[in-house]
């Protein structure tokens, strides 16, 4: 079963913006901490951004500052990357993930998390 399931993704110019959603069936969506990972070909995988469920405080990379933003919509059990001035280096397949792990620094995923299966970001130059 498909816990997650992500869309939005696709092509857009340099400069361009896309809105990315996180959909979540079969949890209880108030319940869990979602965030966004991307990785592009031949490079590791990143974390982007995360939403907690409690506040809805948010995290982004600092090489998306600025630029995106993580928010959710409990009406929909959804959460949405909002991405703006995207630039070729953001090119991606585009993954959200529930996270239940903290070391005390950073939340992570566990292998009890569950994952969207992706969405094709492209930034053409």
């Known amino acids: 079963q498909t816990y997650l399931m992500e869309s939005g993704g696709g092509l857009v110019e340099s400069g361009g913006s896309l809105r990315l959603s996180c959909t979540m069936r079969?949890?209880?969506?108030?319940?869990?901490?979602i965030s966004w990972f991307r990785q592009a070909p031949g490079k590791e995988r990143e974390a982007v951004s995360f939403?907690?469920?409690?506040?809805?405080?948010?995290s982004y990379a600092d090489s998306v500052k600025g630029r995106f933003t993580a928010f959710r919509d409990s009406a929909r059990n959804t959460v949405f990357l909002e991405m703006k001035d995207l630039k070729p280096e953001d090119t991606a397949v585009y993954y959200c993930?529930?996270?239940?792990?903290?070391?005390?620094?950073?939340?992570?995923?566990?292998?009890?998390?569950?994952w969207g299966p992706g969405t094709q970001v492209t930034v053409s130059a």
């Open positions: 079969g949890l209880t969506f108030d319940a869990w901490r």
């Open positions: 993930a529930t996270l239940s792990r903290y070391n005390g620094d950073y939340f992570y995923p566990g292998p009890n998390d569950y």
């Open positions: 939403v907690t469920n409690v506040d809805h405080s948010t």
